[in-house]
């Protein structure tokens, strides 16, 4: 009769948990007139160990129905609520924790046994059924509450959800706590996995609302493949906000943000590979690309969703085997677009440029900038990487190509209007080298140098059409440079000249300042190098002292005037001031080693100096010896190979701004 006495115990509960408020005293009072007291009863019960550890106590609201009862005292006490009344408060928590409790009593007592008692084997049968099924009631509530996830709204209803989610959270420890003990000593329904259960619903929650999810109803856009899109985008980001606003704060100690993301992003990724899967339009193809570089990203990196879902853990979008042809479709059709732009920009170029503030003005550089630049930065955004739109750039390239053979017609034609379509494309071109020169990022390194190239080369055309005339012009006076006449009269022949050149210089009207500067900065250079070039030609020689110093001074002289000349009139090239006075110098230096040492000096500033050039200069100082000359030729031919800088990137973007490549103006034979 002692061992059974626990079982005894439990029937007592058992039945107290499915009477009637009415009868719970009735049958408390049964019970204890049916078993040991209590000393003696705890004593029969602990005498079994359990087979699993003691359950960890869970801090939750303990319900209570009040009712009014009479003890001796005459005061009143607060009987729990039952099981059955816990589940229909939703109090489910609470209501989980009863079974549990009873859950763990009864699988004790048959860990102890209950003999062979037939009717003792038959209630403890029924009661586990019992048990069983109060199980799947509560279950059943917690699935439903979970299925209403995006209904929870008010306070009520997120307790409701929380309660739901904290069963499952007690189910999972007692699982934990039924580990190791043997299958036929545990109950049948353990492990409930219920945590499993939650992840596979959630799952098909997802699946569903993602699935269902409306097209987009605006009317503008006329795909169907867009509608869907944005469509399943939207239902994405309002599901994930309603998780974070009302759903978030009913999983205490887990942030189920995260795993509702990855389940959003897994339905987003499955419906864009399936859409990509049977080929797309342009329009598509770019729309799909939007997706995963712009709006998706910026979806997941919202304030509120940041906090909580760690967008870089989740997968590619599209993997790179399915990213890759939408990118070159992408890429293929700006190309084209862009392309088509540009012919089309050249091809509106106005015969006869307008007047603006005084300058011809030509919009050709502006809408060519705008058209490749908004290309540029729209492949961008819309491929998330700046290396890969670089290739657009390419167009660029070609568009300078075509534009280089426009304005060669226009020169070679000369018409009437070639001088103002010409003064107006200086300024494009200026434009054009600006933008390459401060967006140089945007460039592969050699589509950067190949347009900086092109650029000069057809900068080079334009000014030449205006240079080439005033040359023809001024041949003749050119042609005393050098000679014994300038050596007599350098200041005469020196001020012909540029008179010449000053009349040239004001009829360049109708000129952007910064292009007249330009191209002044060219005449400039030219006009010395052809100075020198004639000083050059051995039509004298100096052989002796008096003249060398007679001819350093005219050097000195005519320099000065060259320089002002220009300088005032807006050339930018100061350095060239130096050319002169260091030729010059050569002429007054006795010591061969001395002229030496200043030619290689010489060749490190101009890089373009060479042996011709040296050999032409030394043959106006007569007084230098056949041996001297051929020491200092090869001197200065080892030196000028160990010492010859190389250029910065500056000064090869740009040369009309830098002397250093001066003496290849100057041609010798």
Same mark, same amino acid.
């Given at each position: 009769?002692?061992?059974?006495?626990?079982?005894?115990?439990?029937?007592?509960?058992?039945?107290?948990?499915?009477?009637?408020?009415?009868?719970?005293?009735?049958?408390?009072?049964?019970?204890?007139?049916?078993?040991?007291?209590?000393?003696?009863?705890?004593?029969?019960?602990?005498?079994?160990?359990?087979?699993?550890?003691?359950?960890?106590?869970?801090?939750?609201?303990?319900?209570?129905?009040?009712?009014?009862?009479?003890?001796?005292?005459?005061?009143?006490?607060?009987?729990?609520?039952?099981?059955?009344? !816990?589940?229909?408060?939703?109090?489910?928590?609470?209501?989980?924790?009863?079974?549990? !409790?009873?859950?763990?009593?009864?699988?004790?007592? *048959?860990?102890?046994?209950?003999?062979?008692?037939?009717?003792?084997?038959?209630?403890?049968?029924?009661?586990?059924?019992?048990?069983?099924?109060?199980?799947?009631?509560?279950?059943?509530?917690?699935?439903?509450?979970?299925?209403?996830?995006?209904?929870?709204?008010?306070?009520?209803?997120?307790?409701?959800?929380?309660?739901?989610?904290?069963?499952?959270?007690?189910?999972?420890?007692?699982?934990?706590?039924?580990?190791?003990?043997?299958?036929?000593?545990?109950?049948?329904?353990?492990?409930?996995?219920?945590?499993?259960?939650?992840?596979?619903?959630?799952?098909?929650?997802?699946?569903?609302?993602?699935?269902?999810?409306?097209?987009?109803?605006?009317?503008?856009?006329?795909?169907?493949?867009?509608?869907?899109?944005?469509?399943?985008?939207?239902?994405?980001?309002?599901?994930?906000?309603?998780?974070?606003?009302?759903?978030?704060?009913?999983?205490?100690?887990?942030?189920?943000?995260?795993?509702?993301?990855?389940?959003?992003?897994?339905?987003?990724?499955?419906?864009?590979?399936?859409?990509?899967?049977?080929?797309?339009?342009?329009?598509?193809?770019?729309?799909?690309? %939007?997706?995963?570089?712009?709006?998706?990203?910026?979806?997941?990196?919202?304030?509120?969703?940041?906090?909580?879902?760690?967008?870089?853990?989740?997968?590619?979008?599209?993997?790179?085997?399915?990213?890759?042809?939408?990118?070159?479709?992408?890429?293929?059709?700006?190309?084209?677009?862009?392309?088509?732009?540009?012919?089309?920009?050249?091809?509106?170029?106005?015969?006869?440029?307008?007047?603006?503030?005084?300058?011809?003005?030509?919009?050709?550089?502006?809408?060519?900038?705008?058209?490749?630049?908004?290309?540029?930065?729209?492949? %961008?955004?819309?491929?998330?990487?700046?290396?890969?739109?670089?290739?657009?750039?390419?167009?660029?390239?070609?568009?300078?190509?075509?534009?280089?053979?426009?304005?060669?017609?226009?020169?070679?034609?000369?018409?009437?209007?070639?001088?103002?379509?010409?003064?107006?494309?200086?300024?494009?071109?200026?434009?054009?080298?600006?933008?390459?020169?401060?967006?140089?990022?945007?460039?592969?390194?050699?589509?950067?140098?190949?347009?900086?190239?092109?650029?000069?080369?057809?900068?080079?055309?334009?000014?030449?059409?205006?240079?080439?005339?005033?040359?023809?012009?001024?041949?003749?006076?050119?042609?005393?440079?050098?000679?014994?006449?300038?050596?007599?009269?350098?200041?005469?022949?020196?001020?012909?000249?540029?008179?010449?050149?000053?009349?040239?210089?004001?009829?360049?009207?109708?000129?952007?300042?910064?292009?007249?500067?330009?191209?002044?900065?060219?005449?400039?250079?030219?006009?010395?190098?052809?100075?020198?070039?004639?000083?050059?030609?051995?039509?004298?020689?100096?052989?002796?002292?008096?003249?060398?110093?007679?001819?350093?001074?005219?050097?000195?002289? !005519?320099?000065?005037?060259?320089?002002?000349?220009?300088?005032?009139?807006?050339?930018?090239?100061?350095?060239? *001031?130096?050319?002169?006075?260091?030729?010059?110098?050569?002429?007054?230096?006795?010591?061969?080693?001395?002229?030496?040492?200043?030619?290689?000096?010489?060749?490190?500033?101009?890089?373009?100096?060479?042996?011709?050039?040296?050999?032409?200069?030394?043959?106006? *100082?007569?007084?230098?010896?056949?041996?001297?000359?051929?020491?200092?030729?090869?001197?200065?031919?080892?030196?000028?190979?160990?010492?010859?800088?190389?250029?910065?990137?500056?000064?090869?973007?740009?040369?009309?701004?830098?002397?250093?490549?001066?003496?290849?103006?100057?041609?010798?034979?």
């Amino acid at each position: 009769m002692a061992s059974c006495l626990p079982f005894l115990r439990l029937l007592t509960y058992f039945r107290s948990q499915h009477h009637n408020d009415g009868d719970e005293e009735k049958e408390e009072e049964q019970a204890k007139m049916t078993v040991e007291p209590p000393s003696t009863l705890e004593r029969a019960v602990s005498s079994s160990k359990p087979k699993f550890p003691k359950f960890r106590k869970v801090n939750l609201p303990f319900f209570k129905k009040n009712l009014q009862t009479k003890n001796n005292g005459n005061q009143t006490s607060e009987i729990p609520l039952t099981f059955k009344q !816990n589940l229909k408060e939703q109090h489910f928590a609470v209501a989980g924790k009863q079974l549990i !409790n009873r859950e763990e009593r009864l699988f004790s007592v *048959k860990q102890d046994g209950v003999g062979s008692n037939k009717s003792l084997v038959e209630e403890e049968e029924d009661y586990e059924e019992s048990l069983r099924k109060d199980f799947e009631d509560l279950l059943e509530e917690v699935w439903s509450t979970l299925e209403n996830s995006f209904e929870v709204r008010t306070e009520n209803e997120k307790e409701a959800l929380k309660q739901a989610v904290l069963v499952i959270q007690q189910e999972e420890e007692q699982d934990r706590r039924w580990e190791g003990v043997a299958e036929k000593e545990r109950p049948p329904w353990r492990p409930r996995c219920c945590r499993w259960t939650h992840d596979s619903l959630l799952q098909n929650i997802v699946q569903r609302r993602m699935e269902e999810a409306k097209l987009d109803s605006n009317a503008d856009i006329k795909s169907s493949i867009q509608k869907e899109i944005i469509g399943k985008g939207k239902q994405l980001k309002e599901d994930l906000l309603h998780i974070v606003e009302h759903v978030r704060s009913c999983y205490p100690g887990e942030n189920v943000c995260q795993p509702y993301a990855k389940l959003y992003h897994q339905a987003f990724c499955a419906k864009l590979r399936e859409i990509t899967d049977y080929g797309l339009s342009d329009d598509d193809c770019s729309h799909v690309l %939007q997706w995963v570089n712009i709006h998706y990203p910026s979806i997941m990196r919202r304030k509120e969703l940041k906090e909580v879902i760690e967008y870089e853990q989740l997968e590619a979008l599209l993997p790179e085997n399915m990213l890759a042809p939408l990118e070159e479709q992408y890429l293929t059709q700006i190309e084209n677009e862009v392309q088509t732009w540009c012919q089309n920009i050249l091809k509106e170029e106005k015969a006869e440029p307008e007047l603006r503030d005084g300058c011809y003005f030509s919009p050709l550089a502006i809408d060519v900038i705008e058209c490749v630049h908004g290309a540029m930065t729209s492949a %961008q955004k819309v491929l998330g990487s700046c290396s890969k739109s670089q290739r657009i750039t390419h167009q660029i390239k070609e568009f300078l190509i075509n534009y280089q053979d426009y304005l060669k017609n226009v020169t070679e034609d000369n018409q009437g209007n070639t001088d103002a379509v010409l003064k107006a494309n200086l300024r494009c071109i200026r434009q054009l080298r600006e933008h390459i020169r401060k967006n140089q990022e945007l460039f592969p390194a050699h589509i950067r140098t190949d347009c900086m190239d092109l650029l000069t080369n057809i900068r080079e055309l334009c000014h030449g059409y205006f240079t080439t005339s005033i040359h023809k012009d001024l041949k003749g006076k050119y042609s005393k440079l050098g000679t014994r006449e300038w050596l007599k009269h350098s200041e005469k022949v020196c001020g012909e000249l540029l008179e010449g050149v000053d009349t040239h210089i004001q009829k360049l009207t109708n000129l952007d300042k910064t292009c007249l500067q330009d191209l002044l900065s060219h005449l400039h250079k030219q006009v010395l190098a052809e100075y020198v070039r004639k000083t050059m030609k051995k039509k004298i020689k100096l052989g002796d002292e008096k003249k060398q110093q007679q001819a350093a001074k005219a050097l000195h002289d !005519n320099n000065q005037k060259i320089h002002t000349l220009f300088t005032e009139a807006g050339s930018n090239l100061y350095d060239l *001031k130096d050319v002169l006075p260091r030729l010059a110098e050569l002429l007054t230096i006795k010591d061969p080693q001395f002229i030496e040492l200043e030619l290689v000096n010489i060749s490190k500033s101009y890089s373009d100096f060479s042996e011709a050039h040296v050999c032409a200069w030394l043959h106006l *100082k007569a007084t230098l010896s056949t041996s001297e000359l051929k020491m200092i030729k090869k001197t200065f031919s080892e030196l000028r190979e160990l010492n010859t800088p190389k250029e910065t990137e500056n000064q090869k973007l740009d040369p009309l701004y830098s002397s250093r490549d001066f003496f290849s103006k100057v041609l010798v034979k």
